[in-house]
């Protein structure tokens, strides 16, 4: 199993900034990839960033959030991290990290979510 356990989430103004980071442990050599998606109140769950968990960093990102978010990773501290800048309003959501299980390219293991708010 794995498990991942995200932190950072909190109240900012709109254009402010944020990292939310999300750590992972358990059986890390099973996965691929660590991906970001995020969940706002009576909406689908939407991918927002996604890399790969071993080998290059090879990076993929919503188009909403290109050029403003960055999603990293700390191997020795099997962390990722998504950096969010310009924040809006309507990216006010619970921000779920989970992992990628190797072979399936289905993202088999979750956390729990944190909760970010975007309002003046």
């Known amino acids: 199993q794995v498990q991942l356990v995200e932190s950072g989430g909190g109240l900012v103004r709109p254009g402010d900034s944020l990292r939310l980071s999300c750590v992972v442990s358990g059986r890390t050599f099973s996965i691929d990839a660590v991906g970001w998606f995020r969940q706002a109140p009576g909406k689908e769950r939407e991918f927002v960033a996604r890399?790969?968990?071993?080998?290059?960093?090879?990076?993929s990102y919503a188009d909403s959030v290109k050029g403003r978010f960055t999603i990293s990773r700390d191997n020795a501290k099997n962390t990722v991290y998504l950096q969010m800048n310009s924040l809006k309003v309507e990216e006010a959501a619970v921000y779920y990290c989970?992992?990628?299980?190797?072979?399936?390219?289905?993202?088999?293991?979750w956390g729990q979510g944190t909760q970010v708010i975007v309002s003046s």
């Open positions: 890399i790969n968990w071993g080998g290059g960093a090879d990076t």
């Open positions: 989970a992992a990628q299980k190797s072979y399936t390219g289905e993202y088999n293991y």
